[in-house]
Structure formats: C-alpha cells, structure tokens
C-alpha cells in the first residue's frame, strides 16, 4: 500500500539536510534570553551578522536586555540575523519525537483509499516538525515585517517491518506582518500582533486529501516568565466540489491558547483549542522542554484530541512522545 503513495519517502537525504539547516538556524537566532550578560549577547550576535551591520547596532541591541521580555529579546536577536541574507529564523518549535506512541494509530482513511491492501501501521512512529521564517520586507508601518514562513509536520513509520513509510505530511506555507507593540493589560506586556494568512495540507489526492485556508490574527502577552499566546483564525470557505474536508472547523475549533512557563533551565508549555459549542471538540497538548545537551533540550510531548494530524483532524487521538527539541521555546 505505501510504497505506491509514499514511495519518495526513502529518501531521507533532503530531511536531514534540512534539519541541519535548521539546526545551525536555532542555534544562531535562538533566544538570547539565557545569556548571563551584555557581552555574551554581543559575542553571539556578531558572530552571525555579516559587515554591514555595525558595532553600534549590536550594542544597541543587547544593551538594557534586563527590562526585556523573553520574547522582546529574541526578537531583538533575530532582527540582527536578519540581516544576514544566509540565516533563516526558527518560527515554530522544531523538534524529533523519536518515539512517539500513539494510542490507536488511525487505519481508516488508508482501508478507505486501498481497500485491498493488508499492511498494518505500528502504534510508534517517528514524529518531526520543521519550522522557518524569512522576512520579505522590513518596516512596514513603522517597526512592523511581513514574514513567509514554512513548517513541515511528519509522522514517519520507520519502525514499521514492511516498507518504514511517512504515514502523515503536513505542510503550512504562510504570510503574516508581525506588529511589535508596548501595550499592557492586567500587568501582561502585549509583546507584538502578528496578522496572517496560513494554507495547510498534506499534498495528497482522492479520499486521502486535505487541506484548508485561514486568515488569523495572534496576540502574545507575557509577564515575567509566563508568556500566553492567543490565536483566533477564520476559515475561507471554499467551493463544494472542491472541499476535502468541510467539517474541519467542528473539530479543529476555531482558535488555540497556548501558554508557557519557563522555570530556570525547563519550559512547560500547554496548548488548547476548542469549538467552543455543544460538541466540544479540540485537542490539548502538554510539552516539558529540559536541559539535554548545549544545543538540543530533551522534550516530552503528550497529545489528546483531534487534528494531531490533517488526516487524522476527526479522529480522537491520544499521543505521547520523547525525543529532542533545537532551539528551545523561549
């Protein structure tokens, strides 16, 4: 059954390539906010800005990092690497679940699409998510970037005997401006106001086919350690004929809260979306990112609902996961 739709799935070649890209990319633009001073910032910062940033912008950069909020610091960090044409940004976390364990891996869409077929998917699999981001233009209304950003979200069978397929691709290629702001509310610093538009799908065909367009606006709020991030989106309706998956919305919700809590070298983090009518469908995902090595923090990541993945968005789903994070969340 998956060497006929999955085929090009062996070569892994160009995966790890890419992590690797995105691995020097997190640890280049990656929060400084674990710095223990001003000249470490600079230290960093200069070494992954090219010559035509000057040493006066560097420390204007890192200097009063103390009156900074986690995310105020990365961003500060980042807009340096910016203007290095060679770096990308981190944009999602990027993490390998090395084990991942699912409860009941869902088998239904494939017997749907290949009913003939008797290959059987393993209830462990790889899990990976890859994510970047690319300013296309600086200051916009001021301080403001319109960003593109790309992640890559894959559920991989390598343990499985017959073929070690990719069960499960999602790619979410999307444009957004990223606002800084210095409003406050209750105390919480509304770090910036990012206005987007996202695409998600799994680039497959016939009964297997999903995918859906949103327009979305976040809002992240911080104070001190604890950051939440608000995220409402809206679904642009597409044509009958057209749509894959037209009840998406009443189990994906329409919004997602994220919160995180960085405790000295660990960082909890939860996430909640919710349809928020008689049904009550959405997912909660609970993540521990701890210290592991100088650039890769060791993650636990629980999951429990529906649209872990896209084919699997109106399948109740309970997952577990360990594995490796680069870059951290904060």
């Known amino acids: 059954?998956?060497?006929?739709?999955?085929?090009?799935?062996?070569?892994?070649?160009?995966?790890?390539?890419?992590?690797?890209?995105?691995?020097?990319?997190?640890?280049?633009?990656?929060?400084?906010?674990?710095?223990?001073?001003v000249t470490q910032c600079i230290q960093k910062t200069t070494a992954t800005s090219d010559d035509t940033v000057t040493v006066?912008?560097?420390?204007?950069?890192?200097?009063?990092?103390?009156?900074?909020?986690?995310?105020?610091?990365?961003?500060?960090?980042?807009q340096i690497a910016h203007n290095n044409r060679y770096l990308l940004s981190t944009h999602k976390p990027n993490y390998i679940l090395i084990f991942a364990?699912?409860?009941?891996?869902?088998e239904a869409p494939f017997e749907l699409q290949f009913p003939n077929s008797d290959t059987?998917?393993?209830?462990?699999?790889?899990?990976?998510?890859?994510?970047?981001?690319?300013?296309?233009?600086?200051?916009?209304?001021g301080d403001s970037t319109v960003f593109f950003a790309y992640t890559n979200r894959s559920f991989?069978?390598?343990?499985?005997e017959n073929s070690a397929p990719f069960r499960e691709t999602n790619h979410e290629p999307e444009i957004f401006l990223l606002m800084p702001t210095t409003l406050e509310l209750f105390g919480f610093k509304n770090?910036?106001?990012?206005?987007?538009?996202?695409?998600?799908?799994?680039?497959?065909?016939?009964?297997?086919?999903?995918?859906?367009?949103?327009?979305?606006?976040?809002?992240l709020f911080e104070r001190g350690d604890l950051l939440i991030n608000f995220k409402p989106w809206y679904r642009i309706k597409e044509d009958d004929i057209d749509d894959d998956n037209p009840?998406?919305?009443?189990?994906?919700?329409?919004?997602?809260?994220?919160?995180?809590?960085?405790l000295g070298n660990h960082t909890f983090s939860a996430m909640l979306r919710n349809t928020l009518d008689s049904n009550n469908n959405g997912a909660v995902q609970l993540d521990w990112v701890f210290p592991f090595t100088k650039t890769l923090s060791g993650y636990i990541q629980y999951f429990n609902g529906y649209g872990e993945s896209l084919v699997d968005y109106n399948y109740d789903q309970e997952s577990i996961g360990i594995g490796v994070t680069l870059g951290g969340w904060l």
């Open 1 to 37: 059954m998956f060497n006929r739709i999955t085929s090009y799935n062996h070569n892994i070649t160009p995966i790890i390539l890419y992590f690797s890209l995105i691995l020097l990319s997190s640890i280049s633009t990656g929060s400084i906010a674990g710095s223990d001073s």
């Open 56 to 78: 006066g912008e560097i420390k204007q950069s890192c200097n009063d990092t103390s009156d900074l909020t986690h995310v105020q610091m990365r961003l500060a960090s980042q």
């Open 101 to 106: 364990n699912n409860d009941m891996t869902n």
């Open 120 to 141: 059987s998917l393993d209830d462990t699999e790889v899990k990976f998510q890859i994510s970047a981001k690319y300013p296309l233009v600086k200051n916009v209304f």
């Open 156 to 160: 991989w069978q390598l343990y499985n």
């Open 191 to 219: 770090s910036f106001i990012n206005l987007g538009f996202v695409h998600q799908s799994n680039g497959r065909a016939g009964t297997l086919s999903r995918s859906w367009n949103r327009i979305y606006a976040s809002f």
């Open 247 to 262: 009840d998406i919305e009443d189990y994906m919700g329409n919004f997602e809260l994220t919160g995180v809590y960085k």
